[in-house]
């Protein structure tokens, strides 16, 4: 979440400074601020719940539906008025590239087919075919209610009371034509059909992946190693290559060489952009470590001294752990 945070601190500021010379493009990232905001509140439900119940109608199947509507709402608005706009808005180029990667990823989290993630629906070839099956309309018999009376859905003072219709909306609907009676059939409506009415239910991993790629290059190539955008990308970059692409060591690796470029910038922060850029470094320290066991090691031995550095400074204002001072060698416990 540190990584939206960033993204939406960009967005509300860039739509200010871009206001008074398009208006439009102002008005667009307003919205989509907007938009982020209340998104990034249904992710962090979702991730609470670990695995959304999308086989029955529940909250978490409303709360899966309204992540997938916000995600493609944000994206038609962001392809269509943000990306043929952006110019020589270095800062803002930068985040609507990073943007429209993001709303693939949540694509690819929660509606990819086939899945890769345990948080969206798991369409299969067996399910397709169900929603496609129309489900004929059944008549109880002995019991309930005769679902072939119309009638019987109707309160009394609706019921026809006279044989003859005295208006010609008392007929009803029209007959089926001959032959065609009790041919009737309801389609069947699932989950799986119903999500795929929003989304197409494909194959989102590629163009998340190449959008991503896109992004970073951009980053790397307009921004500074320090800049908290740039690390926006990257940190939110590592995730997906963890949790959609499992690829876990490549995602240790660039949240480790993204930490060394920070330490190795030597271009200066203002104070909101040096608390978030402490907050992102922090998270992707966590993301080096993060698919290990407590105490492993990988070949590459210990972490270098920046990236220790940069993990230690990034944990000062969130962490209480003691730092316990290096042991001097025997008999130079006093060397004065």
Not at 97 to 124: C, D, E, Q, W
Not at 292 to 299: D, F, I, M, Y
């Amino acid at each position: 979440m540190a990584s939206s945070e960033v993204d939406q601190k960009f967005l509300g500021r860039l739509a200010k400074s871009v206001e008074p010379n398009n208006a439009l493009l102002a008005s667009m990232l307003f919205k989509i601020l907007g938009l982020s905001i209340n998104l990034a509140g249904q992710l962090v439900k979702a991730r609470k719940q670990r695995r959304l119940d999308t086989t029955r109608v529940t909250g978490s199947l409303e709360l899966y539906f309204h992540i997938l509507w916000l995600s493609r709402e944000g994206l038609v608005m962001l392809e269509q008025y943000v990306l043929p706009m952006v110019g020589d808005y270095v800062e803002l180029k930068v985040l609507a590239y990073k943007l429209r990667a993001s709303f693939y990823h949540i694509f690819v989290l929660f509606h990819n087919n086939p899945p890769v993630s345990p948080m969206g629906i798991a369409t299969t070839p067996q399910a397709l075919a169900a929603e496609m099956t129309p489900e004929p309309l059944r008549v109880d018999k002995g019991k309930g209610v005769d679902r072939s009376n119309p009638a019987a859905f109707l309160p009394p003072e609706y019921v026809r009371s006279s044989v003859q219709p005295t208006h010609p909306y008392e007929q009803g609907a029209p007959a089926p034509p001959p032959g065609f009676e009790g041919q009737v059939q309801m389609p069947n409506f699932t989950p799986e059909a119903a999500a795929a009415f929003l989304l197409p239910s494909v194959d989102y991993l590629p163009t998340a992946h190449q959008y991503f790629r896109e992004a970073i290059s951009l980053a790397d190539n307009l921004l500074w190693g320090s800049h908290s955008l740039r690390l926006s990308v990257k940190t939110e970059y590592a995730a997906f290559l963890y949790d959609c692409v499992h690829d876990r060591e490549g995602s240790r690796r660039l949240a480790k060489q993204t930490i060394a470029e920070v330490y190795e910038a030597t271009e200066g922060l203002d104070d909101d952009m040096y608390d978030d850029a402490c907050e992102l470094v922090t998270v992707l320290g966590k993301m080096m470590k993060r698919g290990l066991g407590a105490g492993s090691s990988r070949s590459g031995g210990r972490p270098s001294p920046s990236v220790t550095q940069a993990t230690a400074v990034s944990q000062s204002g969130e962490s209480s752990a003691t730092v316990v001072p290096p042991v001097p060698p025997v008999g130079m416990e006093n060397p004065i």
